[in-house]
């Protein structure tokens, strides 16, 4: 594997989630692999899980990692080409790309959708423009779209927990205030689809995922027919799609409670975090044994180690 963008560029899924068991087993196996190797971490926005984990993964490989917060340590980038640079801007892309990827042997970028523009966020600009100038392998540590790698850790973690071999894994809609994107419930989607499991989708109306992430997952406006029999209820709020960006509800009813997780299969809670408390979940399924976020925020920094072993294996 070259780039980590989508799932697209994964060859075998199954050999990626076993290498992540295998790190979280042995995390200094291959700690000569990234040996005299530079990771720059690019973030647009902030993070606590993504930032740390991958870091740490790299540190795992041998590797000297570099973190960059573009617009506050950075010049602020402007992506589009060919305009008059009058603005906030101080540097475009094209310039500040390639000189990082003269430093980086591999370059993480996170770019969350700007939520105001639907055909420019689902046109991936900031990773196609990095991809264009970088000319060194990427990881996506969530763009506009997409969040492989806590889909990654997600299919660690259920492979970890599951007691059928076949689960029902549910994606449930959760309130909240603010507009967020929904590049985890897409990716989630898109790599549940690859994974042996019966795959739910539940939402209130409006909140329709982009039909190319739902694939073959049965979706419902009835959360609570979703919930029956549920193996792994996976909770996330994201903004509409079809008007999107837009918080159409924050219905309180659709919150997670300890009531809804006790009508499931003995199902486990998950979600990417972070997460507002009481606001999309209780705090008593948070704290309850049957809550899986610790776990899964733990799981991520096996599937960067993951990622980037098979990505240092081709340099
Ligand atoms: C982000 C999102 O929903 O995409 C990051 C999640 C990993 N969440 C927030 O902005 C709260
Ligand atoms: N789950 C996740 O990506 O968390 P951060 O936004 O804190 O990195």
Redesign the pocket.
Known sequence: MTDFLSIQDVTSIDSLIQEGLNAKQNPFANQHLGQRKTMGLIFFNS?????LSTQKAAQNLGMNVMVMNVGQDSWGLEMEDGVIMNGDKAEHVKEAAAVIGRYCDVIGIRAFAGLQDREKDYSEQVLSQFKKYADVPLVNL?SATR?PL?SLADCITIEEFKTKKRPKVVLTWLPHFKALPQAVANSFCEWMNHRDVELVVTHPEGYELAPEFVGDAYVTHNQAEAFEGADFIYGKNWSSYTQYGKVLTQDSSWMMTMDKLERTDNGKFMH???VRRNMKVTDEVLDSPQSLVIEQAANREWSAQAVLTEILQSL
């Open positions: 993070s606590l899980r993504t930032r969530e969040h806590q990417c975090l972070p």
